[in-house]
């Protein structure tokens, strides 16, 4: 099994309004909701945003992954029980971070394509579990907020895993 190399990046998202009403599917956000919106903001992306460059010592493949830790995903839920409407903001706010995040590494993102989801080898899946996380059959990892693409950026639906249920893809079989 090859082994990945698992290397600490540091992500830098920048919290973007207009992106951040489109991932909302919203027209406009109140003022209050920036409010209450910043200090989640702020500590998540000290304290719960993970980015890292798994590579492929052969130097065959290299992936950039971004979560957000299970703690994220606890209090969105929270506040998706207490307030259904509120928790689909704060759901969206955790997508804008975790993408905002892989726009910054991967500047293609930022123009509107997409991060394309690989198979993963036996050797991502090992660096998964080296990092607590679990990857299903499904094409999911055990984080609500992820995402997992090729760094540098590779191509579009030709090398996603997701292509045959992905609404976006170019390569669906009719």
Request: hydrophobic share 35%.
């Amino acid at each position: 099994m090859a082994k990945y190399d698992i290397n600490p990046l540091k992500p830098q998202p920048e919290f973007d309004i207009m992106y951040y009403m489109e991932i909302a599917g919203e027209t406009g956000v109140t003022q209050s909701d920036m409010d209450e919106f910043e200090p989640f903001w702020d500590k998540w992306a000290v304290n719960n945003l993970k980015a890292y460059e798994l590579v492929n010592p052969d130097g065959e493949g290299k992936f950039l992954l971004i979560y957000l830790d299970e703690e994220v995903d606890d209090t969105i839920e929270g506040i998706w029980q207490d307030s259904p409407t509120h928790g689909l903001l704060f759901h969206a706010l955790a997508i804008t971070m975790v993408m905002s995040s892989a726009q910054g590494f991967v500047p293609e993102l930022h123009d509107g394509n997409c991060a394309p989801l690989p198979r993963p080898g036996e050797g991502v899946l090992g660096a998964f579990e080296e990092l607590g996380l679990t990857w299903n059959k499904e094409g999911t990892v055990n984080r609500k907020y992820a995402v997992m693409t090729p760094y540098p950026y590779s191509g579009g639906c030709e090398i996603c895993y997701m292509s045959e249920t992905c609404p976006k893809s170019t390569v669906k079989q009719q």
